[in-house]
């Protein structure tokens, strides 16, 4: 008994303290009892926007709770908790090509009535952002979510070894060029080739860091990078969803073929199934030359004092035969239709689209969209990688953003993981078998699908 | 008698508002009732939770294989496809290398399994200095979550740091990056069986030690008499009074490794390409990634057809095992 009654007292100790702790941290928004729930990536700008937040929570009095997920499962989890109309989430910064299937299954709220209510203008963001994060369908003014992290691929180098005497001579005595970060898929492999097994510091360093996972969506926002710049297309401009000589075009062969060679010519052992964060540890390690990653994390990066400040270049997506492009990341942020706070939630956007909001949140390692922001005469200076943002954010393109997304990237993720990395079959036959997988999906959709 | 009839039946009359009177008519209730309400009364809260968590999913399953329900297009209308996703899966060419894939994973960890299993069960069979320490070390795997052994072998792999290349390195001479085990289409089908039998032969091992400890001494004790040697004792008495329990363990591990998936999930996600994309793989990328309802609920189906047939089959084999 005696043992019982202090549990008890205990118990009731606990209580009391809990509730003494739980008054003094969440006293106003307590008072008022309004909550939001914002769902995201767990990644170096979700800390940044919980930074941010505590501004809207001090304005307007709304507590901000924030569920944020690691990329490998982010789709698989909001997808899900949208498929189910959960209420999980009040505010949603979902993936761009996520915004198809939302708009026509009515997952979010549509923006419009409430755009032209506070006077907020599309206008006023970068055009890349509205079409890949805000409209369906794209190109028509309908509007879904306000762009909120734009992002893009891009490169990172280790400028101190660029810069070394000993390698500049050795690189020019090979290729006949200064070793500069490079403008061509051609002079990257070229430069990947020269650091491939190099030793430096004592210690054996690898050429380049590329996407090569299997799982969710790495290997394809990789290859895309190469592929655009090699010829390859979605769809004919002309004829939408006729993929057939367009995605299998012998010149987007030749890009997949390229990606592959980079794959084997100059990446570390062991990177078969590699992403974002495989990356930036092979680069952090002082393991790799150069490293294909999303500029969301270049924030970061500058900042580390082993790799970052002065040792850190950044440079934009090289050039192709065919053209010069990047693939696009990032993405809106939206209303989740079935959340019970649309009215809190669209107080939040409202906040979130103020210039001064948008200009703290480039300051603290989020990526505006707003014109007014990007477009800043000292805007390039503000960071160190903020040219190279600002131009790729001009040469973006983007994965199909259709209903179907999901089953068309995993179709691509298939064919491209099992030529690159497994090995089978050849260029033209892993985008001909993605054609016949495209093809199937689209006319499961219901669209019809032009042979020729 | 009295101290329990105290905790049980409290003093009434002290409790304001609870009367005897009340009690005695919930005992009436009680008496009226026959044993076999009563014993349906326990069932029932059982039988509800089966069919609410089982069975009515499990209809609903069988509804929606023969619709084109895809979860991403849930705006298309929902139509009635008869047995198209069935035919549809049954022709398609990645389905059955799937299970291809995946019938070479169990044959080959299960076997395995068995061999290893088996020779552990026999040295933990004898007594020896440490054999309490020596049991449980050789248990750990088994207890641990199938997530932690696949990040845990993940990092063990990894070709320039993880222990496991530079081991090899060290018999070999092979440069320990030179290879990758989850990386390589030529190892990493042999990877993933390394480490399930890694985890589950344990599992054998205490099977098959239940079945060792189950043989009469005196049986072995007989054939001393008879001057029979140690590899005919083991091939005329220990190794068929075992088989029984033997077979039960491929059964065992058979069905879970048909239906496997976290543990390869996380050591190679299917890759390199499809190379370890086993059928469980398929089946969650097309429910819960491609959101293709209708076309996965009937894969589901085949699959569980499949599992259910083939251990149907192997039961019936394992009691005519037994009965000789």
């Not at chain 1, 097994?197 to 895309?224: N, Q």
Request: proline residues 5%.
């Amino acid at each position: 008994m005696r043992r019982l009654g202090w549990l008890r007292s205990t118990a009731a100790s606990v209580v009391v303290a809990a509730a003494a702790l739980g008054g003094l941290g969440g006293g106003q928004a307590a008072a008022q009892g309004k909550q939001l729930t914002l769902c995201w990536a767990a990644w170096d700008p979700a800390n940044a926007l919980v930074e941010l937040g505590k501004d809207f929570t001090k304005q307007s009095g709304i507590e901000m709770k924030y569920e944020f997920v690691p990329w490998t499962s982010y789709a698989d989890r909001f997808l899900n908790e949208l498929n189910s109309h959960g209420k999980l989430c009040d505010l949603i910064i979902g993936d761009s090509q996520w915004i198809g299937g939302a708009a026509e299954n009515k997952w979010y709220v549509k923006l419009n009535d409430f755009f032209d209510k506070e006077k907020i203008s599309m206008d006023d963001f970068v055009s890349a952002t509205v079409v890949g994060y805000s409209q369906w369908p794209k190109n028509t003014p309908n509007y879904w979510a306000l762009p909120a992290m734009a992002d893009a691929v891009g490169w990172t180098y280790r400028k101190d070894w660029f810069a070394r005497p000993e390698i500049q001579s050795a690189f020019k005595a090979k290729y006949g060029r200064d070793l500069a970060p490079p403008k061509t898929y051609d002079e990257l492999k070229q430069i990947g080739e020269f650091f491939q097994g190099r030793e430096i510091d004592g210690k054996k360093v690898y050429g380049a860091y590329i996407f090569t996972e299997r799982g969710s969506e790495g290997i394809t926002m990789g290859v895309t990078n190469v592929l655009y710049n090699y010829g390859f297309a979605y769809d004919n401009p002309k004829k939408p969803y006729q993929m057939q000589g367009i995605v299998n075009s012998a010149d987007a062969a030749k890009g997949l073929e390229f990606y592959k060679e980079l794959y084997k010519c100059c990446t570390a052992p062991g990177m078969t199934n590699a992403y974002m964060q495989e990356g930036l540890d092979a680069f952090k390690s002082g393991q790799v030359a150069m490293q294909m990653n999303w500029f969301a994390f270049f924030p970061g990066l500058y900042k580390d004092p082993n790799v970052g400040g002065d040792k850190i270049g950044f440079f934009v997506n090289p050039a192709g035969p065919k053209g010069h492009f990047t693939q696009l990341g990032g993405q809106g942020i939206s209303v989740v239709a079935t959340s019970d706070h649309k009215d809190d939630a669209l107080a939040y956007i409202k906040w979130f689209a103020q210039p001064a909001v948008q200009q703290k949140w480039w300051q603290i390692g989020g990526y505006s969209a707003l014109k007014a922001v990007v477009d800043a005469p000292d805007f390039p200076k503000s960071a160190a990688f903020a040219p190279q943002f600002l131009e790729s954010m001009g040469i973006v393109k983007d994965f199909w953003a259709e209903p179907s997304y999901a089953q068309l990237l995993l179709d691509m993720q298939k064919r491209v993981h099992d030529y690159v990395v497994a090995d089978k079959g050849t260029a033209q036959q892993a985008l001909d078998l993605l054609v016949k997988d495209w093809t199937k999906v689209f006319k499961e959709q219901g669209k019809e699908v032009a042979s020729q | 008698m009295d101290t329990m009839t105290t905790i049980l039946q409290p003093d009434h009359a002290t409790i304001p508002g609870v009367s005897k009177p009340a009690k005695s008519r919930a005992a009436r209730r009680v008496h009226g009732l026959s044993d076999r309400t009563i014993a349906w009364l326990f069932v029932a809260p059982t039988i509800a939770l089966l069919l609410a968590i089982n069975i009515f999913p499990l209809i609903w399953m069988i509804r929606l294989s023969f619709t084109n329900l895809n979860l991403s297009m849930s705006y298309l209308p929902l139509r009635f496809v008869g047995l198209d996703n069935f035919s549809d899966i049954l022709n398609d060419e990645d389905v059955w290398l799937r299970l291809q894939t995946t019938a070479q994973f169990v044959i080959s960890s299960v076997a395995l399994q068995v061999v290893v299993g088996f020779g552990l069960a026999l040295l933990i069979n004898r007594q020896f200095r440490g054999h309490s320490f020596w049991t449980t070390i050789i248990l750990l795997p088994m207890m641990l979550s199938p997530a932690v052994v696949g990040n845990f072998w993940t990092l063990l792999l990894q070709p320039q740091i993880g222990p496991f290349n530079h081991l090899i390195s060290l018999f070999t001479g092979v440069p320990p990056s030179s290879f990758s085990m989850t990386g390589q289409v030529s190892l990493a089908p042999w990877t993933i069986v390394l480490v399930d039998t890694w985890m589950w032969a344990p599992y054998v091992m205490l099977i098959c030690l239940a079945g060792l400890r189950s043989i009469p001494d005196y049986i072995y004790e007989a054939a001393e008499v008879d001057r029979a040697s140690a590899w005919r004792q083991f091939w005329s008495i220990t190794l068929p009074m075992t088989v029984p329990f033997l077979m039960l363990a491929v059964l065992f591990r058979a069905i879970e490794n048909f239906k496997m998936f976290d543990m390869v999930n996380l050591l190679t996600s299917g890759g390199p390409g499809s190379t370890t994309e086993l059928v469980s793989i398929s089946l969650k990328r097309a429910a819960f990634e491609k959101w293709r309802t209708g076309y996965s609920s009937a894969l589901a189906i085949i699959l569980f057809v499949t599992v259910f047939g083939a251990a149907n089959i192997y039961v019936k084999t394992l009691n005519k095992v037994k009965q000789r």
